[in-house]
Every structure is written in C-alpha cells, then in structure tokens.
C-alpha cells in the first residue's frame, strides 16, 4: 500500500499594521499558496515549531514567522515558515486653514493648499479628505462650508494612515455701514473730502485692517484719500 503524504508550500502575508506595530493577518489568504495547485487538505496553524501554540484566523501579531502544514486524511505535511509582515502606517499630520466668508456663512477652501502641512512635507504620499472620522464620505476639493473639522489621511504604495483633524475656520466678513459727508464747495463746484475721517463711522467703531473707497459699486476703481 502507497500512501502520498500532502505537501505544504512556504509563503509569506503582508498587511498593513493597525498604528501600534500590530497587523491582524487573515491566515486563509495564504492557504492556496501553502497547499499548491490542485492541492487538497486542511491548513493547520501554529504559533511556533514545536506545535505548542495553535493559532487560528484572523491573527493578531507584530512581524515574524508563523507555521503551517497540511492535514489530507490521516496524513500531515511537514511544517513551513509563513513569514508575517505587518508594514507601519504612513504618518499625517492635523492641519487648520482660515478663509474669509463669501456669504450666509460660508467659504470656498481649496483644501490642496494643506497637503504639504498633512504630508510634513514628505514625497510621495497620497492626501485624501473625509468629511467624517470613519471615512466613509470623501470630499473632492475644493470644499464650500461653514466652519467646521474635517478629516485627512495619507496613503503610500500599500498603507493608509489612521485619520487626523483638519479645522476650516470661515472668517466673518466685517460689516460695512453707509455713511455720508457735506462740505462747502470750494468756489469751483467741488470740495476735498478726507475720507478716512469716516473710517469709524463706516466700521461703526470696530477695530479693523484697513477701509478702501471706491467710485463704483464693484469696487473696481478706487479712490485716492483726500
């Protein structure tokens, strides 16, 4: 009588570890390798050599080697290697942008202006935006929004990053009051008006950067001061 013991075949698995060193493998993603074309039988897992620590799918574990062999009716191959690789997640980095309100609130933010902040500046990474922390809704930049947080990652050639908080301040844009001035002509039908004596009359006394005139309601033309 012929008995033809199975044969196991050594192979490796490669994930993306979970941003503590850690990489949960799924053992049955490597079983076709192990047992080869045509190859039949049932795939036993063990922690190490000695077969004194069975394991099972999904394996929590930093990189090392694990082992396999296969059971086909009465008979078990030997034990092979299956090395684990658990790669490190790319690094991003928690970002804020403050743009002006463009109106009832909102504001246009570019969002690609941020990538060289989430990247730190490191090549080759791939940025994309959520608007949640489960990343299960992706914003196409640009972003129209009121002020709020937002999430990014960044991707490599095989692991994304965990998600970080990116802040979108919208700036409110400064009340501007209509005013008016008279003066006495000066004999030739006109008057030297000092305009930014109705600086605090137009800002109604708020402290900010800078007052602009204007000749035209689309504030195309400026006007000098006085």
């Given at each position: ?24 493998f ?78 009832l ?18 090549p ?43 802040t979108?301040?919208?700036?409110p ?21 000092i ?17 602009r ?11 000098p001061?006085?």
């Open positions: 009588v012929s008995v033809t013991c199975p044969k196991a075949n050594p192979t490796s698995l490669e994930v993306c570890d979970n941003g503590n060193g850690r990489g949960t799924y053992l049955e993603d490597a079983e076709s390798e192990i047992l080869g074309p045509g190859g039949n039988g049932i795939v036993e897992w063990y922690r190490n050599q000695n077969r004194s620590g069975p394991i099972s799918s999904p394996y929590d574990s930093p990189s090392g080697t694990i082992y396999a062999r296969v059971l086909e009716g009465r008979c078990r191959s030997a034990l092979v290697p299956v090395t684990l690789k658990a790669n490190p997640l790319p690094s991003a980095k928690a970002a804020l942008s403050q743009v002006c309100e463009e109106k609130g909102l504001a246009l933010f570019k969002l690609t202006d941020l990538i060289s902040i989430i990247t730190n500046n490191t080759n990474l791939k940025v994309r935006f959520f608007e949640d922390p489960d990343l299960l809704i992706e914003i196409v930049p640009p972003f129209l929004t009121g002020s709020a947080v937002i999430y990014a990652t960044v991707s490599n050639a095989k692991c994304e990053s965990l998600p970080v908080e990116v979108l301040t919208v700036i844009s400064p009340k501007a009051n209509s005013v008016g001035d008279t003066l006495c002509d000066s004999g030739d039908g006109t008057a030297l008006f305009l930014s004596k109705l600086d605090s009359l137009i800002t109604g006394g708020i402290k900010t950067d800078s007052v005139y204007f000749e035209d309601s689309l504030g195309k033309i400026p006007l001061d006085p």
